[in-house]
């Protein structure tokens, strides 16, 4: 996956904003909550860093091309990080991003997710 197609895959789900920040990283929020995160390895590849599940951090922190996310990681938290080949293809990156922004969106209060228009049953992009 490109850093565009990053961009755009996280632009089309709802209720999402973006910042650049952290050294020219694309920060990707739901509401005010982080969801994913673009930001480069030290070869200038993308990395992309995103939260997961307590099944996907098990299976998932050694896989070659994943690591657990610098700085969220070791704060305790389950974020990997997808920095090289092999790590995800693209169909898989996706749907981890996705979960990431659905575990994230369903934390919100229920008044703010509905002030986002995120409850009542919209579709899935």
């Known amino acids: 996956m490109t850093r565009d197609e990053f961009n755009s895959f996280c632009a089309a ?5 973006h910042v650049v920040q952290w050294g020219n990283s ?5 509401g005010p909550k982080l ?9 200038n590849q993308p990395a992309f860093t995103f939260k997961v599940s307590d099944i996907a951090w098990e299976v998932l922190q050694d896989a070659p091309g ?16 997808h920095y090289a080949a092999p790590g995800l293809s693209d169909p898989e990156l996706k ?4 979960a990431s922004y659905d575990m994230v ?4 209060t229920k008044k703010l997710q509905r002030e ?6 919209e579709a899935r992009p």
């Open 95 to 98: 749907e981890h991003i996705r």
């Open 35 to 43: 969801f994913a995160v673009c930001g480069w390895t030290e070869d």
């Open 66 to 81: 994943l690591r657990p996310a610098p700085y969220l990681a070791s704060r305790g938290m389950k974020w990997l990080q």
């Open 13 to 17: 789900l709802p209720a999402t904003n």
């Open 116 to 121: 986002l228009g995120l409850l009542g049953g």
């Open 26 to 30: 694309d920060v990707w929020k739901v």
């Open 105 to 108: 969106a369903a934390k919100l």
